[in-house]
């Protein structure tokens, strides 16, 4: 008989708590039981290495292959406990699907499994930020001297405003300088790949250092884009658009 005690051992041993083969992630090999969930990554989960270039084709054909053989239909007179796993398989696969299948999730997800905290890039992590003095996010170097024009023209326009007046040339300003945001935000995804090619080829040579100089330059260009990203709300908050 299967009990709790020894599925927990089998878990750990990777044998399917049916038949005692060895098991997949989400099925056993030989029976094709549903396999109670394991703590794997995503990554892991698809059965895909740690990469980042991405074959996302695949992976969409993967995830709904998955998807019908873990529907909980299949399961109405399964074992109650295949049932629960199916469940909880399905919500573990509709996870992985949208944190791989996105090419900006996927990173921050690879970076999370790395160690890396990335800052905080929510709204209210900022917001958070600016009223405690906290965790301020750094100026990307190349953007101190935009910043900086940029600032004081929001300024210009917060005051002129207070006082009821309307600047058209100012506004004309700040747009063009909006425009030149979203510019520098979409260039971004030429540099990020560029970084991709360098992670994945480390992690085929096994290099730990080009590893940790790929990893460095994504978490870089991620806070310099959640910067960018940041700046044009800011804009669009005073253009009050
Ligand atoms: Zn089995």
Request: overall charge negative; some cysteine; proline content about 4%.
């Amino acid at each position: 008989m299967v009990t709790e005690a020894n599925i927990a051992t089998m878990e750990a041993t990777h044998a399917c708590w049916s038949c005692g083969d060895m098991r997949a992630a989400q099925f056993c090999n030989s029976c094709g039981k549903v396999q109670p969930p394991t703590p794997v990554d995503y990554f892991s989960f698809f059965g895909l290495p740690r990469k980042l270039n991405l074959d996302t084709a695949a992976l969409e054909r993967d995830f709904y292959t998955m998807s019908r053989k873990l529907h909980p239909d299949h399961y109405a007179d399964h074992d109650s406990r295949e049932q629960t796993w199916s469940l909880e398989q399905s919500s573990r696969l509709n996870d992985a699907y949208r944190t791989l299948k996105d090419p900006i999730r996927r990173t921050e997800y690879l970076l999370k499994l790395e160690g890396v905290e990335l800052e905080g890039q929510s709204k209210k992590g900022t917001e958070e930020a600016r009223v405690t003095g906290e965790k301020k996010q750094i100026v990307p170097p190349d953007l101190l001297e935009e910043v900086f024009e940029l600032n004081m023209q929001l300024e210009e326009l917060r005051a002129s405003k207070k006082v009821g007046e309307e600047d058209p040339a100012l506004i004309q300003e700040l747009q063009k300088h909006k425009q030149a945001l979203e510019q520098k935000f979409n260039d971004f995804f030429e540099e990020l790949k560029d970084y991709w090619n360098k992670w994945d080829s480390a992690e085929e040579s096994g290099s730990d250092g080009h590893r940790k100089v790929a990893r460095d330059k994504m978490v870089d260009l991620l806070n310099r884009r959640s910067y960018i990203r940041n700046l044009v709300r800011d804009v669009n908050e005073a253009l009050g658009s």
